[in-house]
């Protein structure tokens, strides 16, 4: 089975840089997916790592140690739009986290 | 239309009424998800569908039924449901199992 960990809740300042963590356990890894949820829409691809090491797309990198079955998503340059949940998702299946609220402030 | 479109966007029923939901897809997907989405819980695995099949059922009540009459195609029928089964409904798509997942925008429904 699966078991994907991240905090519920962070609160960043709009300008700074966050990083949202997720750690799991999964009986069969092909990669690990980071997705945006802004409230009541669906969520949206963000990034997707199977090998070890940083993806950067623009303002969003996403990382991943498989040994130690972990990741984080880094928000850069951070705006008020990035206000949403960041969810994590990995196995065969395709099983997500609870995901992180983010709240950005002024 | 692109992309996966789900109808309608907002549903209330009562708990004797019968009820579907559609999802469609217009990227050549071989792959199609019903998730359910409740308040401060995970998005929950309900049903996958491989080619038209059905290739898994997470221990989903058989008040919810899918159906998948093609590839692009996917429906959520539902009746007798519960107060608890409100929640957001979401339908996904993908090329194939292992890769990630399109969503549609999702159906808010309401058991009353």
């Known amino acids: 089975g699966q078991n994907i960990d991240q905090p519920t809740e962070m609160t960043a300042t709009e300008g700074a840089i966050v990083q949202i963590n997720c750690t799991y356990q999964t009986s069969g890894f092909n990669g690990l997916f980071w997705y945006q949820q802004h409230a009541g829409e669906a969520p949206t691809f963000l990034s997707y790592?199977?090998?070890?090491g940083l993806e950067e797309k623009g303002r969003f990198s996403s990382f991943l140690s498989r040994s130690k079955g972990y990741s984080y998503l880094l928000l850069k340059e951070l705006q008020m739009k990035d206000s949403a949940s960041y969810l994590c998702?990995?196995?065969?299946?395709?099983?997500f986290g609870g995901g992180t609220r983010l709240m950005v402030k002024p | 239309e692109t992309g996966v479109t789900q109808t309608p966007r907002h549903l209330v029923m009562g708990m004797t009424n019968k009820k579907s939901l559609k999802c469609e897809q217009h990227?050549?997907?071989?792959?199609m998800y019903w998730y359910k989405q409740s308040a401060k819980k995970p998005l929950e695995l309900m049903f996958v569908?491989?080619?038209?099949?059905?290739?898994e059922n997470n221990s989903v009540p058989s008040r919810f039924s899918p159906e998948c009459p093609n590839s692009s195609h996917l429906f959520l029928h539902l009746h007798t449901l519960q107060p608890e089964d409100s929640a957001l409904y979401l339908c996904a798509s993908s090329q194939d199992r292992a890769e990630g997942r399109t969503f549609g925008s999702g159906t808010r429904l309401t058991v009353v």
């Open positions: 990227l050549g997907h071989n792959a």
């Open positions: 569908y491989s080619l038209e099949e059905r290739v």
């Open positions: 790592n199977v090998l070890d």
């Open positions: 998702a990995v196995g065969n299946m395709l099983t």
